[in-house]
């Protein structure tokens, strides 16, 4: 996995362990400074296209951070695809809603614990589940060709996050 981090335009990533677990966190920034996004990407190798149908899974803390008072700041985790450079969205998800390319649903689970997230692919619908209940079914939702995979973590406010964090990520066919 390359990781955006200090000086490659993201925010640092570090491991962390909580309640048994290890964890990639993005790293709080002091107080007053902008919280910029934290990007790991997950490279194919030289793979032409992923095959046509795919699952992607991981566990994210949602909620919103404690290290803000004034706003509230709801950690998001964006699953971005791309081919040649670019990156489209396939999946944002906070602890308020689930959003694909062409629909979104409500979540309402802002409590700070992990979730399951999973997404199915099947060429070019996308399926997301958070704790095996469906949340987005989006026919249309990724272009192909697909060469790799993304997870941003950031939030929806610029604000210091303190535990903005991922686990247990897998890609399978």
Same mark, same amino acid.
């Given at each position: 996995? #390359?990781?955006?981090?200090?000086? @490659? !335009?993201? $925010?640092? /990533?570090?491991?962390?362990? @909580?309640?048994?677990?290890?964890?990639?966190?993005?790293?709080?920034?002091?107080?007053?400074?902008?919280?910029?996004?934290?990007?790991?990407?997950?490279?194919?190798?030289?793979?032409? #296209?992923?095959?046509?149908?795919?699952?992607?899974? *991981?566990?994210?803390?949602?909620?919103?951070? @404690? +290290?803000?008072?004034?706003?509230?700041?709801?950690?998001?985790?964006?699953?971005?695809?791309?081919?040649?450079?670019?990156?489209? /969205?396939? /999946?944002?998800?906070?602890?308020?809603?689930?959003?694909?390319?062409?629909?979104?649903?409500? +979540?309402?689970?802002?409590?700070? $614990?992990?979730? @399951?997230?999973?997404? &199915?692919?099947?060429?070019?619908?996308?399926?997301?589940? +958070?704790? !095996?209940?469906?949340?987005?079914?989006?026919?249309?939702?990724?272009?192909?060709?697909? *060469?790799?995979? !993304?997870?941003? +973590? &950031?939030?929806?406010?610029?604000?210091?996050?303190? #535990?903005?964090? *991922?686990? $247990? *990520?897998?890609?399978?066919?």
């Amino acid at each position: 996995m #390359d990781a955006e981090g200090a000086g @490659r !335009g993201g $925010n640092p /990533l570090s491991v962390v362990s @909580r309640g048994g677990r290890k964890f990639l966190l993005s790293e709080p920034v002091p107080e007053g400074q902008q919280q910029d996004p934290s990007t790991v990407y997950v490279r194919m190798g030289k793979l032409k #296209d992923l095959p046509g149908k795919f699952t992607i899974e *991981f566990d994210a803390i949602l909620g919103y951070s @404690r +290290l803000t008072t004034d706003v509230k700041a709801d950690k998001r985790y964006e699953i971005r695809v791309g081919s040649d450079g670019s990156s489209t /969205l396939l /999946l944002a998800i906070s602890s308020q809603r689930a959003v694909s390319r062409g629909t979104q649903s409500e +979540l309402g689970v802002a409590d700070g $614990n992990a979730h @399951r997230i999973a997404v &199915s692919v099947n060429e070019t619908a996308v399926t997301a589940y +958070l704790d !095996g209940q469906r949340v987005i079914d989006d026919p249309d939702g990724v272009d192909r060709p697909v *060469f790799y995979v !993304g997870v941003e +973590l &950031s939030s929806e406010k610029i604000a210091p996050q303190d #535990d903005l964090m *991922f686990a $247990n *990520f897998r890609i399978a066919q």
